[in-house]
């Protein structure tokens, strides 16, 4: 491990989470080096960090996605370091292990731990050997139509074809029964292959009521590893999340401790180092199981910043320079419920379709200990077609979930948009909602749910 410190830091990314990695940054003294496309000349990114270099065209292929010219810029102006934050290289294996043969500090785990979490099927062989509990499947190699047909049969319906290398939803296919399999398997093949470039897939048991509960946990370099419990992410349109909670509302001390102990168990199964995410599908007999582990920061992790009053983008620092963990596992401990809610440009009223073009106003909610916003945007930006919809992350804190919810509400209906259309209101109805408030959550609940909320 290294023992540079970070002195310059480069943020390979765009939008609310560049902004916020740009922050903890410069508040360690840090100098910040943003990048930039044609359609970010003037985004609030570039303007916080301390100098920003162009590095292409809008689409993202053509810039945000280019680790040469992001190395590049790396090397020319000195940064010792690169943040990737989350999507675009963040989970690119190619991309870390070329940081370091440069002698850049990549903020996030060892290649080794990236490239064993790509593949959701190589993720369940490593998870299965370290005893993590898995939900039934088949994800071995073999991927004749007839063995996968018969496994498919043994596992039992429903279940669920996925795609290996898939993410972000995609590539998933639920089959009610054995003589509709095939005909799924060739579409979630078809979509495998143009989304992912692969056409693996695995086939696992479908949970018809599971939670999506997550664990966040850290590791060091000097092997230490912690979890920093759990969010509840179980609120989602097409597998992507809406809003995110910690802690998760009814898990017992002792599931909770279990479900920690496992994720700390499946970051040292792979020599994890850094800020990671491993996802499970709970059940509601308190049972549990591996789905992915997330190699990066995820998109919700400022709910757990709020309950435990850390910083993770510092934590990630910390242990990229090579320290150990700021904390141990006795020192840490929940206070209060925080939620999230992702404010998107986009129409629930036609399909979620996302809206973009100028924000002529955007007024958000005053913030203090019990709301934070978390945005790249501010009256008179663009949301272009480039990138995603996102607007902005509203956070809130207060000392229990009825009370968080109440906050989500004020908070909400002090966050106005102008120019584009919204999901604000709907998740005001989201929030207000008695099934949500009463906190009786799976991951259909806006399948069961969505139309009441419009
Ligand atoms: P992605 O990488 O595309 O996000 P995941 O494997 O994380 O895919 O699954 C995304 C979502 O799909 C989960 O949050 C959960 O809602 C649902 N899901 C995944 N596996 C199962 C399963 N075996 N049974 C029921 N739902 C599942």
Known sequence: ??????????????????????????RMGIECVAVYSDADKNAQHVKLADEAWYI???????????????LQVAKQSGANAVHPGYGFLSENAEFAATCQQNNIIFVGPPVGAIEAMGSKS???RIMHEAEVPLVSGYHGDEQSESLLQAEADKIGYPLLIKATAGGGGKGMRVVESSAEFIDALNSCKREAKSSFGDDKVLIEKYLTKPRHVEIQVFADSLGNAVHLFERDCSVQRRHQKVIEEAPAPGLTEETREQMGQVAIKAAKAIGYQGAGTVEFLYDEDGSFYFMEMNTRLQVEHPVTEMITGLDLVEWQIVVANGNPLPKQQAQLSINGHAFEARIYAEDPNNDFLPATGLISYMGTPSTNQHVRVDSGIISGDQVS?????MIAKLIVWDTDRNAALARLRGALADFHVAGLTTNIEFLHQLASNDSFIGADLDTHFLDKHGEELI
Do not use: W
């Not at 292409?56 to 992001?70: C, H, N, T």
């Open 122 to 124: 190589e993720a369940k």
């Open 385 to 389: 077609v480039y990138y995603d919809p």
């Open 1 to 26: 491990m290294t023992n540079i410190s970070i002195s310059k830091l480069l943020i390979a990314n765009r939008g609310e989470i560049a902004c916020r990695i740009i922050r903890t940054a410069q």
């Open 56 to 70: 292409g065209p809008s689409p993202a292929q053509e810039s945000y996605l280019r680790s040469d010219k992001i």
